[in-house]
């Protein structure tokens, strides 16, 4: 025999509560003009990129002169003038010493980029695929959608000739390339 279930005051509003969320987020996104898309970060610097984010959605890890894709963000359908998106990232400046020199503290010397606003480059519809993050030295940043492998001559940002090399100079060699960025001039 089943008794009376006693709804607490508040327990009702509650509900309703986790029940319009969980509503709003299984709507079809695609009605407002959004559709997700792959994250891939491309480092194209010497310092490891321990996390990163897009606004506000979580991505990918990447090594020195390395790369990495992580799901997803949200991204209009169509492009349109002045879009961008907002870059954070952490990396990792001592990424290239080997495991048994690293201090206790290690991770008290990782960097904070950003946030920084980058324009997304234009892109067509029938090149609508994943979402590049390409990070830079001296924290420089573009951002490129395109259907084509990263190794294509179409691709809109071509590798390094020479990032296999350093790659394997810092993760296999632990040597370091060094790179000195401009300080900006102050106005006089």
């Keep these: 025999m089943i008794k009376h279930i006693r709804i607490l005051p508040g327990g009702l509003a509650v509900l309703a509560a986790v029940l319009f969320c969980l509503l709003t987020a299984c709507r079809d996104h695609s009605r407002d003009g959004m559709s997700g898309a792959d994250i891939n970060v491309y480092n194209h610097g010497p310092d490891a990129i321990v996390s990163m984010q897009v606004n506000g959605y979580g991505g990918p890890r990447a090594n020195p002169y390395g ?6 963000v949200m991204v209009p359908d ?4 002045g879009l961008t998106a907002k870059i ?4 990792d400046p001592n990424s290239w ?3 048994s020199e690293m201090p206790d503290d290690y991770e008290t010397h990782y960097q904070k980029h950003g946030p920084i606003i980058v324009p997304i480059e234009r892109w067509e519809e029938d090149q609508a695929c994943g979402f590049d993050v390409h990070i ?3 924290d420089k940043v573009r ?6 492998m990263r190794d294509s001559p179409e691709y809109p940002v071509q590798p390094e ?3 296999i090399k350093k790659a394997q100079n810092v993760l296999i060699n632990h040597i370091k390339e060094e790179i000195v960025c401009p300080t900006p001039q102050s106005p006089r």
Excluded at 78 to 81: A, E, L
Excluded at 88 to 91: D, F, I, R, Y
């Design 67 to 72: 790369g990495g894709g992580f799901c997803c």
């Design 78 to 81: 169509v492009w349109r003038p």
């Design 88 to 91: 954070t990232w952490t990396s």
């Design 97 to 99: 010493m080997k495991s």
């Design 136 to 138: 830079f030295p001296c």
């Design 143 to 148: 951002i490129v959608r395109s259907c084509h």
């Design 161 to 163: 000739p020479d990032g």
